[in-house]
């Protein structure tokens, strides 16, 4: 298809974005995928003109449909297989922002495979309807070998409904550009200038043709760098134009000077390359968020709509990503199977998830109630192979070392699955004694067994201090592998202490003995009237229920931390709305009620009611407003004059060598249009912040941009959100709370976000959600971290990725086994500013691969310092393919340069079993 230098060649490519569910169902919507791809296969079929299609990026299309017409499957393979349709290489179109840094990589490793399966991938990094994208996108296509990605959103202004801004300043002046990530991988990246639908519904009747040409041809040439100008044939859910051949010919027909062809995103890509060559593209570096935009179509507050998805995805996608892959990597090491097909299927089952429809909680209520089924269904089986695989982790471990130490010892082994050591609070449930209903049960006598001479004790046979509560007697059963279930009752209790320093990937084994210790006085946590104090950290609980928190170390103090704050919102599930002659209502007058709850050795907590009236709602102008279609920026609705008490109960935790305050917050939301947020006025003299993002902690400007209009500036996390300058730092830690905002308050005031209440999806027609009001018991968890002990911000960075990974814990009898009670799977030596974030097995290969990413500007360095299980090191990439050998020995370090994803692969010495 080459063409002279001078003449524009249109490229249409026929595609359609297919959202699994949004303003319908997910099963409404596959009704209708099922009917479109029927026409689709008809049309490729019986129109030899109609050259191809492509499928939106996302092979999971194609699993739908064939749930329906398997009958299918060999006609698409052939049809993949000859260029008509092309898939991948994607498994789903997600959200960048609101799935974390291994789910993207999964979704493209999923994606890739399945695609190659059909026999042709699509070499286009494809995030047509993105809300916003990740800095380094280009980094990761670039590891796969991908060097175009294509966009919707993030630089040109664009909205709601397909529209698209006209305005003349934005980041790039072409369509197409060189998109950079930190590390100084590029991509050339192209802008749906026009947006997907540029070219949707060509007319094949001469007189509509040439108006419809006429002015799409000038939008088109507006936007393109060369002559080779991008239409893309379809839109949401478009069916396909099946008299688009017809249509080609009669443009060909009316524009001779220009070449008409019906095309595919690999052919584009070639031939724009060629023409790109020796071109100055300008660069755009990093995240593409909409920055330089007014901001009220950045779709940022899909971040805080329905909060409680948000906060189930962190859940397990932590579950799957930094326990399970670990623990079953570390049987694998042992012999044991790792289950790579389990995993594929709790991994898809959580993807579904992540559309950006889904994830981002923009649809309508029974979208977001199928979901909830679809976390609860990851998580069960990801739990379910969790627990498999550290019952085979504690069939190798010997706990025989602890009967010296005292009578009945009752071990317990616990889990470190993250790169570093770790100090923390962890709790676990025993069971004291078991009797088996096929033995014959006495409940009386569980009843009565003594708990007050109990020690607890390291392999040393150390004593540790520890809190135990008693759960009575419960029903609980076995299920054996080989034989039939066996149902018990059993003394069970909950044990909390404090571990301190466990290694790095290692597990460390405890156990209760009966024994008697010399009472002493320890030191409490919690030593005078509202405080908590430790050797890094001395909080004092203000009369307000909010914290001054004074670092020990560098003599600096954050005052009124952990302040609430309540507003109206009458935006939807996209964007937030302050309500009219609306003025926030805080906590700060607030006369709370403070509780001392516990008070040990090793932690303390405090808990702190708050009571303050609220408006109910919007008042009824705003139905009214959403029913007529006003659009959400021009609405005049105010708060309710009738009100509600709020109570919120805050529970504040502060451990004997914790570095960081542990915050729960618990309310019933009885509520509607509002959000709640929580205050951390810093008073940090510092122009930017940092968050945390996909493989990088973003550095962000607190001041938006001059085009910005919009009141609100808020902003996508994942794990934490951190201010510091020379002298102190603060750093708010959270699990599943994704959207803060730095207020331009003058005390540079971090906001997280903690529920926003809205009554509709918004976009381009009324739908309402009443479930988006997410009435009923809330809950979040998130914890503060004053940078004490003149810690580096990267090292609180660290503290913040273990804060959201749970211990894992498992009770083993004692036994004999090939393990020592104390083993460290994987000695690591890695530098601050280096973080893990996955440690599992390759189904391709079979091999153990690591995958670090570098935080910072500067070299950093991972040494693996021993591991018996692993040989014959090789660099990799984010597909986990073999690139260049390193070494066969035992020892190895590598330096990832700066902001560099660095995936470190190795061949398995498998012990035992194997």
Known sequence: MNISENKKQVHIISHTHWDREWYLPYEKHHFLLVEFMDHLIDTLDTDPNYKSFHLDGQTIILDDYLEVRPEKKEKIKRLVD?????????????????TSSEANIRNLQYGMKDAQKWGHVSRIGYFPD?????????????????????????????????????????????????????????????????????????????????????????????????????????????????????????????????????????D???????????????????????????????????????????????????????????????AYMLGEKYDHEVLEYAWKTLMKNHPHDSICGCSVDEVHREMVTRFEKSKHIAESLKQSVLEKLANKIDTTLFEPFGKEPIPFTLFNTTANKRTGVVTVELDVKR??????????????????????????????????????????YDLPENRFRKPYLAKRVKLSFEAKEVAGLSHQTFALVIGEEERQEKKRVAAFSNSLENEYIRIQINENGSLNIFNKTTKQEFQQVLVYEDSGDIGNEYMYKQANEDFPITSEEVQATITLIEDNPFRATYEIIHE???????????????????????????????????????????????????????????????????????????????????????????????????????????????????????????????????????????????????????????????EAQCQGDQHASFKIFPHVDHDQPTEVYQQAYQYRIPWSVIQLPVQEGIMHANHQYVALDVSQEVA???????????????????????????????????????????????????????????????????????????????
């Open 612 to 770: 303050f009236e609220i408006p109910e709602s919007a008042e009824e102008l705003l139905k009214k407003e959403q029913q007529e279609l006003v659009w959400f920026t021009g609405r005049k609705a105010k708060r309710s004059k009738k009100t509600v008490l709020f109570k919120i109960k805050t529970l504040v935790s502060l451990a004997r060598n914790s570095k960081g305050v542990d915050v729960q917050v618990s309310y019933r939301n009885i509520a509607k249009d509002h959000r709640l947020r929580v205050l951390f006025p810093t008073n940090i003299k510092s122009e930017w912040h940092y968050a945390d993002s996909i493989f990088e902690v973003a550095k962000r400007a607190n001041q938006p941009s001059e085009e910005w209009t919009n009141p609100d500036h808020s902003q996508h996390q994942q794990a934490f959100v951190s201010l510091h300058d020379n002298e102190k730092g603060l750093t708010i830690a959270n699990k599943g709370l994704n959207e803060y905002e730095v207020l331009r308050d003058g005390k540079n005031t971090i906001a997280i976000t903690l529920v926003r209440s809205v009554g509709e999806l918004g976009d381009w027609g009324y739908f309402p959600t009443p």
């Open 130 to 266: 993105s809300f916003g994208n990740i800095g380094q996108a280009p980094q990761i296509l670039k590891q796969a070998g991908i060097k175009h990605a294509a966009f919707g959103r993030g630089v040109k202004p664009t909205g709601f409904n397909n529209l698209v801004s006209e305005a003349d300043m934005y980041e790039s002046p072409y369509s197409e550009m060189t998109w950079r990530s930190p590390d100084g991988s590029e991509v050339v990246g192209i802008l749906f200038a026009n947006w997907y639908c540029n070219g949707n519904e060509i007319p094949s009747e001469r007189e509509a043709a040439k108006k419809y040409w006429d002015g799409h041809i000038e939008a088109m040439e507006k936007y393109a760098s060369s002559n080779h100008l991008l239409m893309l044939n379809g839109c949401d859910h478009q069916p396909v134009q099946k008299d688009l051949s017809k249509a080609i010919e009669l443009a060909k027909e009316l524009y001779p000077e220009i070449e008409f062809v019906h095309s595919n995103f690999n």
């Open 82 to 98: 000859k260029g008509r349709i092309y898939v991948g290489p994607w498994y789903i179109l997600q959200d960048e922002f609101l």
């Open 268 to 330: 584009y890509v070639k031939q724009l390359d060629e023409q790109l060559e020796n071109s100055k593209l300008k660069t755009v570096d990093g995240e593409l968020r909409s920055q330089h935009t007014d901001g009220w179509g950045t779709l940022v507050n899909t971040a805080s709509s329905r909060v409680y998805l948000k906060q189930m995805n962190q859940e397990v996608q932590t579950l799957l990503e930094s326990e399970v892959e670990p623990l079953a990597t570390f």
């Open 836 to 914: 893990l974030t996955s440690l599992k097995v390759s189904a391709a290969s079979n091999d153990i691969f690591m995958r670090f990413f570098n935080m910072s500007d500067g070299k950093g360095k991972v040494q693996v310092i021993d591991s018996e299980y692993f040989e014959d090191y090789y660099q990799s990439n984010v597909l986990e393919e073999k690139l260049s050998p390193l070494a066969s020995n035992q020892r190895i370090e590598l330096p990832p340069a700066p902001y560099e994803i660095m995936t470190l692969g190795c061949k398995a010495r498998r012990k035992k079993g194997e």
């Open 435 to 476: 009797e088996y209903f096929a033995n014959g049960v006495n409940r009386k006598q569980l009843e009565r067994i003594a708990l007050d001479n109990r020690l607890l004790i390291d392999t040393q046979g150390n004593t540790i201090d520890y809190d135990l509560e008693d759960l009575g007697v419960v029903f609980d």
